[in-house]
C-alpha cells in the first residue's frame, strides 16, 4: 500500500498497515516471519560493512555531522524496510570490539546470550521500577544482586542493590548515600546545605567530579590524593587530607576507592582505606562513619578468581600471567570490605551498554533515599518488589539486569576467568614484546590489567633517562612536550595504517600522569586495551610491528 501526500487515506487504513510495524500481540506464523525476516535483512546489511578493518564501514566523515544537523521530522510514514536500510547505515563507523586488532579500551564485545537478553527487554519492554510493570524481570535484578554479592564476598543476607544509568550513576548513589547516613536521611527533603567534602585518586575517573558538581556539592569538595608511581592513592597522602578535614571541622562524607582505573589499572589499597578510616573515626570519636565507596567499575571481574587454584592453575596461564592476576587479586579479594560498590557488565562483564550496578553491603540504608523513609526499601514479606521507592530513576529498563543475568548465567567464574586471564595473558605478551625495543617505554609496568601504556622516542634518546626527565625535571618540559607531538604523530600515522586496511587499532590518552612539579604538563601515552577473546599473537606482534614500521617511516621522512 502506498501512503503519499496527495492521496486521501481514512485513518484506519493507515492504522491497518501500521499494524505490520510492530510484532503481532499474538503468535501469527506470517508476522511473527516478517519481524524475523527484518532482523536478518538487517544483519544481512550489516554484514556488508565488513572488511579487514576492525570497524564497520569507512570511517566517520565530520561533514555528516552538519548533513545531520538539517535534518527534518519526516511527515509522512515510512517503511520497515527503508528504515531497516537506514539503521545498517548508522551503524557504519562503529568499531568491532570482538576483532582481534581492536585494541581500543574497555570495551567489550556482548556474548550472544546478553544481546538476546536485550531482544527481550526491547520487545516486551520492561520497566523494572515495580514488579507490576515488569514480570520476572524485577527477579532477574535481584538475582543478578546476588550473584554479585556472592562473587565479591558480601552477605547475601544483608546485601542488596539496583542497576542505574552506567559507572557514573554507581558513583552518584554511592555519594548520595554518604551525604545521607550523616544527615540521617534529611537531605531528601532539605537538600544539602553543607561541605561535605568527597576523596579520591588524582588517577580517578572524571564522573566522580561530575557527581559532585550534579549532587549540589560541587567540584571544590572533591579532594583529590595523589597518586603513586603505581597509579594507586598514596596512603600517607590520604591520611594527611583526612586528618586536615578533620582538624577543620569539616566532614568526611566519602572516600572513593577506585579499584581498576581506565587508563592504567591501578588499584587502591581498599582494605588499608577501611582500617585508617576505622581508626579515625574511633580516634575523632566522630559521630558518624564515613561511607568507602569502591569504583570497581573495571576490577570487579577479577574478583572470579578469589577460588581460583593457583598452584594447580587448571587453565595454564603462563608465569607471568599468574603474578599479574594475583597480584591483583590480593587488592580485588578486599571488595567486601567496601560499604558499596560499583560494577559495569558493560565493561569486563560482557554485556552491553547499559548495565550498571549499584552493589551495597547493607540494603537498610537504601531507607535513607526512599521518598517514604517509613516504608522498607525492600518488600519481599508479600511478594512485591518497589526499588522506584528509592530508585533515582522512574523508567528502568530490565535490559541491563536481565543481560547481566545473561552473561553471568552463560559464563560462570570460570568463563570470566577464561576471557579476563586471556586479556591479561595477552597485554603481558605485548608488554613482554614492547619492552624488548629500547625506543619503546612501557609505562604502567608495575599495574596488571588488560591495558598497557607506552610510549616511543625518537632515534638517539636515552628512553629510561627521558621518561624520567619528563615526569620529574621542570628543565625538560618542551622536550617533554616535543615527545607528547612525537607520540601524537606516531599514534595519527597508525591510525591511517588501520583505515588503510592494517595493523592494530590503538587509542590514546593525553594524560598518563602529571609530571610531579607544579603547573605541570601531562605525560600523553599510547594505549592498548584488550578486550577480544579472538585477540592472539599474530596481532599483539602486530601492535609492536606496525610501531616500528612508523616509527622508521617518520625517521625516513
Ligand atoms: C568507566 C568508568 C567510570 C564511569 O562509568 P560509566 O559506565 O562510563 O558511566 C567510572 N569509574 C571508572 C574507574 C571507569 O573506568
Redesign the pocket.
Known amino acids: 500500500m502506498e501512503f503519499d501526500r496527495k492521496q486521501r487515506c481514512h485513518y484506519s487504513d493507515v492504522l491497518e498497515h501500521l499494524k505490520t510495524y510492530f510484532p503481532s500481540p499474538v503468535s501469527d506464523p506470517i508476522l511473527d516471519g516478517y519481524f524475523v525476516h527484518s532482523i536478518s535483512r538487517f544483519l544481512d546489511q550489516v554484514d556488508s560493512l565488513k572488511s579487514a578493518k576492525p570497524l564497520l564501514g569507512s570511517g566517520i566523515k565530520n561533514d555528516h555531522y552538519e548533513a545531520s544537523q538539517q535534518a527534518v521530522f519526516p511527515e509522512m510514514i515510512s517503511s520497515v524496510e527503508e528504515v531497516t536500510g537506514l539503521l545498517a547505515e548508522f551503524c557504519q563507523g562503529m568499531t568491532i570490539w570482538s576483532h582481534p586488532n581492536a585494541q581500543l579500551n574497555?570495551i567489550p564485545p556482548p556474548t550472544i546470550s546478553s544481546i538476546t537478553a536485550f531482544i527481550a527487554a526491547a520487545m516486551y519492554n520492561p520497566n523494572i521500577v515495580s514488579d507490576e510493570y515488569s514480570g520476572r524481570f524485577s527477579e532477574a535484578e535481584i538475582q543478578s544482586i546476588a550473584m554479585l554479592s556472592d562473587l565479591i564476598g558480601y552477605d547475601p543476607q544483608l546485601s542488596g542493590g539496583l542497576f542505574t544509568?552506567?559507572?557514573?550513576?554507581?558513583?552518584l548513589y554511592g555519594c548520595k548515600l554518604g551525604i545521607e547516613k550523616i544527615l540521617g536521611g534529611r537531605g531528601m527533603q532539605e537538600g544539602i546545605r553543607e561541605d561535605f567534602k568527597i576523596f579520591s585518586s588524582d588517577v580517578?575517573?572524571?564522573?566522580?567530579l561530575t557527581v559532585l558538581a550534579w549532587l549540589g556539592l560541587g567540584m571544590k569538595n572533591r579532594i583529590a590524593i595523589p597518586s603513586t608511581s603505581n597509579n594507586e592513592m598514596s596512603l600517607c597522602a590520604l591520611e594527611k587530607a583526612l586528618r586536615a578535614t578533620l582538624n577543620s571541622g569539616d566532614k568526611v562524607a566519602v572516600i572513593i576507592a577506585?579499584?581498576?582505573?581506565?587508563d592504567a589499572f591501578g588499584i587502591d589499597d581498599l582494605a588499608a582505606i577501611v582500617h585508617l578510616r576505622d581508626s579515625l573515626v574511633a580516634e575523632y570519636e566522630l559521630d558518624y562513619v564515613p561511607h568507602v565507596h569502591a569504583?570497581?567499575?573495571?576490577?570487579w571481574a577479577w574478583a572470579a578468581f578469589r577460588d581460583y587454584d593457583f598452584e594447580g592453575n587448571p587453565l595454564g596461564f603462563h608465569a607471568r600471567t599468574l603474578r599479574s592476576l594475583t597480584d591483583s587479586l590480593v587488592r580485588i579479594d578486599s571488595l567486601q570490605m567496601a560499604d558499596s560498590i560499583?560494577i559495569?557488565l558493560?565493561?569486563t562483564g560482557y554485556a552491553p551498554?547499559?548495565s550498571?550496578v549499584f552493589l551495597i553491603k547493607d540494603r537498610s540504608s537504601l531507607a535513607l533515599l526512599s521518598r517514604e523513609p517509613e516504608q522498607m526499601p525492600y518488600l519481599y514479606q508479600v511478594g512485591h518488589y518497589h526499588p522506584g521507592i528509592y530508585s533515582l530513576e522512574c523508567s528502568r529498563s530490565g535490559a541491563g539486569a536481565l543481560a547481566a543475568l545473561a552473561s553471568i548465567s552463560l559464563l560462570g567464574k570460570q568463563g570470566y576467568r577464561v576471557l579476563i586471564g586471556h586479556n591479561v595473558e595477552m597485554a603481558e605478551m605485548l608488554r613482554e614484546r614492547l619492552e624488548r625495543h629500547a625506543c619503546i617505554q612501557v609505562l604502567n609496568d608495575y599495574n596488571y590489567g588488560p591495558v598497557t601504556l607506552f610510549r616511543v622516542y625518537p632515534p638517539g634518546v636515552d628512553t629510561e633517562k627521558a621518561l624520567h626527565r619528563e615526569l620529574n625535571d621542570p628543565g625538560y618540559r618542551s622536550q617533554l612536550e616535543e615527545n607528547n607531538l612525537y607520540n601524537r604523530r606516531l599514534f595519527d600515522l597508525i591510525y591511517e595504517r588501520v583505515m588503510q586496511g592494517e595493523g592494530v587499532l590503538l587509542s590514546w590518552t593525553l594524560a598518563y600522569r602529571y609530571a610531579s612539579y607544579p603547573d605541570a604538563p601531562a605525560v600523553a601515552a599510547l594505549k592498548s586495551f584488550i578486550m577480544s577473546p579472538w585477540t592472539d599473537l599474530k596481532a599483539i606482534d602486530s601492535v609492536v610491528n606496525q610501531v616500528m614500521e612508523v616509527r622508521e617511516q617518520i625517521s625516513r621522512s
Open positions: 574497555v544509568f552506567g559507572g557514573t550513576g554507581t558513583i580517578s575517573h572524571y564522573s566522580h577506585t579499584l581498576g582505573t581506565t569504583d570497581a567499575v573495571i576490577g560499583g559495569d558493560h565493561k551498554y547499559l550498571s
